[in-house]
């Protein structure tokens, strides 16, 4: 071997070696960002709906559920498909830790919109109790305590926060908008502002408090009409989106091996990753249209 080729070789060397190292740190660069960035939304998530976990912790058991529901889902195919392959197992193993990755993401936020929208429904019957404590001569401040004190979740919850921060030296126009902002309720948008503005002028809160009951009273009401009327167009997004997964392990079940082209080539498994990503615009696009803001 002479000169040239050791130096070729030892050349192509020191390429593989600093591509390798770049490529490691491009990945280690972006697992960080994707963790931060996880970290981040999963703290205010966790936050809104006051469970007391550690973003760090619901990351360790996120990952954990991806891998066990991933060597699930890739034994469960090798068991029980007779013409199975490696393309298929990696793209099942692949695509079940995608899901279970979301999971978690998805039920927080279904969480929080569900406490969101109880805490909406309870605020009408909480203005009509402080504008009630406010006619018989009690201060804001003993109006708000009654609301905590009565013990309803989640809206008897926030307003004891509410009133901890007020005990804590935060003025009432602070630790409203701090709530308002930790919320994210366009009803208590205008109860903030309602509150505020009455303090700031010296208008009849009373007769606003009750204003705003009933406007509250009137959008549940319709809110709870378009919910109604648009159940089925949900209920054919949820139809819509499994479908194609239905109609897949069927058609693997009743003909074995129908399904193996796509699975043996790179081709077939981009095709199923287009299809998959159709899938899914549809279902949010159904979506889109079904969720009428009020």
């Known amino acids: 071997m002479d000169n040239t080729t050791l130096l070729a070789c030892a050349s192509a060397s020191i390429s593989v070696l600093l591509a390798t190292y770049v490529i490691y740190d491009f990945c280690a660069y972006v697992s960080q960002m994707q963790k931060e960035r996880f970290l981040e939304g999963t703290s205010t998530e966790l936050d809104d709906v006051l469970i007391m976990i ?21 034994l469960a195919v090798g068991l029980t498909s007779n013409e199975w392959s490696w393309a298929m197992v990696i793209f099942v193993g692949v695509f079940s830790a995608f899901v279970s990755f ?19 429904i309870q605020l009408e019957d909480a203005l009509t109790s402080m504008s009630s404590s406010l006619k018989a001569g009690f201060s804001i401040n003993q109006a708000l305590e009654a609301i905590a004190a009565e013990n309803v979740r989640p809206i008897s919850i926030e307003f004891k926060l509410l009133i901890q ?12 908008r701090k709530m308002c902002d930790r919320l994210q309720s366009q009803d208590f948008e205008l109860v903030t502002a309602a509150i505020i503005t009455a303090r700031q002028t010296g ?10 009951a009933r406007l509250i009273r009137e959008r549940v009401r319709i809110l709870l009409k378009l919910k109604a009327m648009t159940t089925q167009g949900k209920l054919q997004a949820i139809i819509i989106g499994l479908m194609p997964i239905l109609l897949l392990y069927m058609m693997s079940v009743i003909t074995p091996g129908i399904m193996d082209p796509f699975f043996d080539s790179i081709l077939g498994i981009l095709t199923l990753i287009f299809a998959a990503g159709l899938n899914i615009t549809g279902f949010l696009i159904i979506r889109k249209i079904t969720n009428i803001e009020v």
């Open 165 to 176: 921060e007020i005990r804590l030296g935060v003025t009432i126009d602070d630790a409203l």
């Open 102 to 120: 979301i999971t978690p993401r998805i039920y927080l936020r279904f969480l929080r919109k569900r406490r969101l929208d109880k805490f909406n």
């Open 203 to 212: 208008g009849a809160l009373t007769e606003t408090l009750e204003r705003l």
């Open 54 to 74: 550690p973003p760090s912790k619901l990351l360790d058991f996120t990952l954990m559920l991806c891998a066990i529901v991933s060597a699930i889902s890739m």
